[in-house]
């Protein structure tokens, strides 16, 4: 079975380098992936990219070598599992604001006995070139994790979303972190509220 070589770099404290997939198209997420990136995230959220336009993609980036991500559509376990069986290393999950929902990502996320993750489908273990009887052993080691703190309620509950077993990353959601101070969204702010929240 591949490893998931960004949870790998993420765990030696080196940095990972990727990029966001807008365009609903195949034929896109297999020209960046020839471009050297260690991942490429398939955004599912704000795009009109439905599951199974994902799942090409998926296959796509991995068959070149980045790690395939998904940003799901909001914190379900409907939608986590649908991309992960569907081919996806890991997720990105929006709008994460308590340790609470950081723990219903996990537990989506992961097989028992860590989650509660149904067992089935084929795609997941295509992508990480093995059997599924491999990937349902080793996919907790595999499965990358991130929530996005993109709310004034997420910063000022960090330090415990960051302290859930089974997070990654956390990921900056600007816009919307902009948006609920009230401020201009935007991908970058001098607002001191928005510095003192990224710091």
């Not at 960051?162 to 997070?167: E, N, R, S």
């Amino acid at each position: 079975m591949r490893k998931n070589h960004v949870r790998e770099k993420l765990k030696r404290g080196e940095a990972s380098f990727g990029t966001w997939l807008s365009l609903p198209d195949p034929t896109a997420a297999r020209l960046l992936a020839r471009v050297g990136f260690d991942w490429l995230n398939v955004d599912l959220e704000h795009t009109p990219t439905n599951f199974e336009t994902a799942a090409l993609s998926f296959a796509l980036i991995a068959l070149e070598g980045p790690a395939p991500l998904a940003r799901v559509p909001w914190n379900t376990g409907e939608n986590i599992k649908r991309v992960l069986d569907n081919g996806a290393w890991g997720i990105i999950v929006p709008m994460v604001n308590s340790a609470g929902e950081a723990r219903a990502v996990v537990t989506a996320a992961r097989y028992a006995p860590v989650g509660n993750r149904s067992v089935g489908g084929q795609l997941h273990a295509a992508n990480f070139n093995t059997a599924p009887g491999t990937y349902y052993e080793r996919a907790n080691e595999e499965i990358f994790v991130a929530v996005m703190a993109e709310h004034a309620t997420a910063i000022a509950n960090l330090e415990e979303i960051a302290a859930v077993p089974g997070i990654d990353a956390l990921f900056v959601g600007p816009n919307d972190l902009l948006a609920s101070m009230n401020l201009k969204p935007g991908f970058d702010s001098d607002d001191p509220r928005f510095q003192d929240a990224l710091k």
